[in-house]
C-alpha cells in the first residue's frame, strides 16, 4: 500500500471516529508542527509558553475537531499537517491575548530545503531517529528564524500553511513576484545555513 493510501485510510478512519488512527496522523505530522509553533510563538511568547505544551493542546482539539477537516483532493497528509497548523496558529493567538505578549508577527543548494521538511514527515522511531530529527528541527528553525520578517513569513506561509503564491501575494498586499522572490532568497539562505551546519 502507497504512503498516500495508508494517509487516505488513517484519514478517514479518524473522521469515523477511530481514536488511534487520530494517533497516528498526528505522531507522522508533530515533528514540522512542533516547528511551526516554535516559529509561530517567537522569542518573546516563547519565553513564557512552552512549544511542546501548545503542540498538546492542537493534538486535544485535532482529536475533538478532526470530523470537521476536509481533505480536498490533494495530498491528505499534507493537508492534515496545513489543517493541524491552523489549529496551531488559533491557539497561539490566544496565548498570545491571554499573556498580554505580543505574538512576533514574521512578515517577515547545498542541501534541498525541501528534503529536510520531507525528513520531518518521514515515519521512524527509535533514539537515533529522534535525535536526528530534533537536530534537523533546531537547524531549520535556526535558519528560518534568521532569515528577514518578509522572506520568513512567506517561507512559513508556503511551506507549512500550504498557501498558493497568489494567496500569499494577497495576504501580504504584495505582487506574485514579490512573493516568488522572497521565497527564492528564503530557500536559498535557509539552504546556505543548513549546509554550513552539516559541513562544521
Known amino acids: 500500500m502507497s504512503d498516500g493510501s495508508r494517509a487516505h485510510d488513517l484519514l478517514t478512519a479518524a473522521r469515523n471516529g477511530d481514536p488511534q488512527a487520530c494517533d497516528r496522523l498526528f505522531a507522522r505530522a508533530a515533528d514540522r508542527l512542533l516547528l511551526f509553533v516554535r516559529l509561530r510563538l517567537g522569542p518573546a511568547l516563547r519565553a513564557r509558553v512552552d512549544s511542546m505544551d501548545v503542540l498538546q493542546e492542537t493534538f486535544l482539539h485535532a482529536h475533538r475537531d478532526v470530523a470537521r477537516f476536509e481533505p480536498g483532493s490533494g495530498d491528505p497528509e499534507r493537508g ?23 505574538r512576533r508577527d ?10 529536510v521538511l520531507a525528513t520531518l514527515q518521514r515515519e521512524g522511531h527509535g533514539p ?20 528577514d520578517d518578509e522572506d520568513r513569513e512567506v517561507f512559513v506561509l508556503r511551506h507549512f500553511e500550504g498557501l498558493s ?36
Open 80 to 102: 492534515f499537517a496545513q489543517w493541524l497548523c491552523g489549529v496551531a496558529e488559533n491557539r497561539i493567538k490566544d496565548l498570545a491575548a491571554l499573556h498580554g505578549a505580543k
Open 106 to 115: 514574521p512578515k517577515r543548494e547545498e542541501r534541498k530545503v525541501s528534503e
Open 128 to 147: 537515533a531517529t529522534s535525535l536526528v530529527r530534533r537536530e534537523e528541527r533546531h537547524h531549520l528553525a535556526e535558519a528560518i528564524e534568521a532569515l
Open 165 to 200: 503564491l497568489d494567496a500569499i501575494a494577497a495576504r501580504l498586499l504584495r505582487s506574485a513576484s514579490a512573493v516568488r522572490r522572497a521565497l527564492g532568497r528564503a530557500t536559498r539562505d535557509i539552504g546556505k545555513a543548513i549546509g554550513a551546519k552539516e559541513t562544521s
